[in-house]
């Protein structure tokens, strides 16, 4: 009898031998890679993720979808910006890096410790690609002072190059902005370099923080900007040698201004139209791809650093809830989940994820397994032939195979998560929130406010708690997400074993400074609890 393979299964065998046989061997060759990520984009925003939840009209972000594989359960490991990305450029949960060094408001944030050890960049390089980041950084930067202090508003010399930037990350090459659309300062950075002159003091809509500018910035046309310059990189690459190109996209995330070209396309109104926009730079960058002979070859991934801003949509002012006065003209941003941006829910967790690669999937694939962001790492180490150090990427697991048999079981069991402070334990089916309430607390997150919560919790538990007490039921929430898609039902009353066996993965974790095998290791923040960010009066309870 003859075996006849497709060319899928041809891939899943290089695959499954990619550390061996491209070590050895430059043929087959690697794809090129490139990942474009979205900010503040929810689950249901797109056509292929939202379905009848989606009321925006993503044609090519749908066409990659048919012409690839969609995950379904793919998770970033915080529902907030910065934590996301430290956690997908270096394989690490991002609870594990200690405090950030020489840090100011906004766009002028610092670095982590030890962020720039070891990174996607760097991986990618050491297997003969050249990589390439466009788009929002917000993973810290040491900027020149005038003065020698801390970096900030009125003290940073725009005529000298950052002294730590996208360069000490890897990047053969970057064009960024330090943090994200609504940031203070708004100018680019290329190559370390700042671009233009910083002579302005310029705000914008939503938040209105207004801070130094160059002086011939304008928030509308940042979008642009930025997958045009990932056209211009495309365009310089060679078909012989493999490249990396981390498009960070600054939309929708607010201020909601999408460019002049696209304001009004949409029926649902400015938040459809900035979404719209991004839908085209995906256009873009595949047309670009097209045009430089490489698209065969190059996984495309596409994704969204968190669920939606539950303070975005129509209304340009940033505006407590205003995403539900989309959800009554039929579109739900998180599509059929709980929670925004922020918050210890799928809406603020699961993101949409695409993968798309002519030479080795199969058109119309879907994934059900558990993916986190912080697998890219181990998974681009696979496709690249790179073998991860014991002591590099200690949370990263490769997903490579899924790629080509998405029905096959993944290597991923449990995943560990955050809001903007309290733990999100994921195991199998079951998902354990570390805190009574949706995980975040301020003006613009999601209600009820988690202070009452936290009051009608403690009156309810009828006496002062104990630390231990903190981490079973009334205080933690238990779901079975294959019942309860939605988190409506809170178990951890009903399954006291199962909480107390979560607690106790999550424990490990933090204390082997990992979560793949391999020798322990020490967490940067040397600090870190269970037991995240709690309210003044509840700590004054424990110490009764």
Not at 283 to 312: C, M, P, W
Not at 331 to 359: C, D, M, Q
Not at 519 to 540: C, E, M, Y
Request: aromatic content about 10%.
């Amino acid at each position: 009898m003859r075996i006849i393979l497709s060319p899928a299964m041809f891939v899943l065998l290089a695959l499954f031998a990619a550390g061996q046989l491209w070590a050895e061997n430059p043929n087959p060759q690697p794809p090129n890679i490139v990942f474009i990520l979205a900010d503040d984009l929810g689950y249901g925003d797109t056509g292929c993720f939202g379905k009848e939840h989606c009321k925006i009209e993503t044609p090519n972000i749908d066409a990659l979808a048919a012409g690839g594989l969609r995950f379904t359960d793919a998770h970033v490991n915080a529902s907030v910006c910065g934590p996301t990305r430290l956690a997908i450029m270096t394989g690490r949960y991002p609870w594990r890096f200690g405090k950030t060094r020489n840090s100011g408001p906004w766009g002028f944030v610092g670095p982590h410790l030890t962020t720039e050890s070891f990174t996607l960049a760097k991986m990618l390089n050491s297997a003969g690609y050249n990589t390439g980041y466009v788009g929002k950084w917000h993973l810290g930067t040491t900027m020149t002072t005038t003065d020698g202090k801390t970096q900030g508003p009125t003290n940073v010399d725009f005529t000298q190059p950052l002294k730590f930037g996208p360069v000490q990350f890897g990047f053969d090459y970057s064009f960024i902005l330090p943090g994200s659309l609504d940031m203070y300062p708004y100018v680019y950075a290329r190559n370390n370099i700042w671009q233009g002159e910083v002579t302005a003091q310029k705000g914008w809509s939503a938040f209105n923080r207004v801070g130094p500018a160059e002086k011939d910035f304008q928030d509308h046309e940042v979008l642009e900007t930025f997958y045009t310059e990932a056209e211009g990189y495309i365009a310089k690459q060679k078909a012989s040698d493999p490249f990396f190109l981390f498009l960070a996209l600054t939309a929708p995330h607010t201020p909601t201004s999408p460019g002049v070209n696209w304001r009004g396309k949409s029926k649902l109104g400015v938040y459809g139209d900035f979404v719209m926009e991004v839908d085209h730079a995906v256009e873009r960058v595949v047309n670009a791809l097209k045009k430089q002979g490489v698209y065969e070859n190059t996984l495309i991934l596409f994704s969204s650093d968190h669920g939606a801003a539950s303070y975005a949509g129509n209304i340009l002012k940033a505006t407590p809830g205003q995403i539900h006065l989309l959800e009554k003209q039929g579109h739900y941003a998180s599509g059929p989940y709980r929670g925004y941006k922020f918050t210890v829910y799928e809406g603020g967790l699961r993101v949409p994820l695409i993968a798309h690669w002519p030479n080795a999937i199969t058109a119309g694939s879907e994934c059900n397994q558990l993916i986190g962001m912080n697998d890219l790492m181990a998974t681009f180490a696979e496709l690249s032939g790179v073998k991860i150090g014991s002591q590099q990427a200690p949370d990263s697991i490769s997903f490579a195979k899924l790629l080509v048999m998405p029905d096959a079981a993944g290597d991923r069991k449990n995943l560990i998560m955050q809001s903007t402070g309290p733990f999100v334990v994921r195991q199998g089916d079951w998902k354990l929130c570390l805190c009574p309430h949706a995980g975040s607390s301020g003006k613009y997150d999601n209600v009820p406010n988690p202070d009452d919560v936290w009051q009608a919790m403690l009156k309810k538990f009828g006496k002062n708690p104990t630390w231990e007490d903190l981490n079973q039921a009334p205080f933690v929430q238990l779901f079975n997400l294959a019942e309860d898609v939605h988190e409506d039902h809170n178990l951890a009353a009903k399954h006291p074993e199962k909480v107390a066996k979560m607690v106790a993965l999550l424990r490990k974790q933090i204390a082997d400074g990992r979560s793949t095998p391999g020798p322990k290791l020490s967490n940067d923040n040397a600090g870190v609890g269970i037991n995240q960010r709690l309210p003044g009066f509840v700590k004054q309870a424990l110490q009764k």
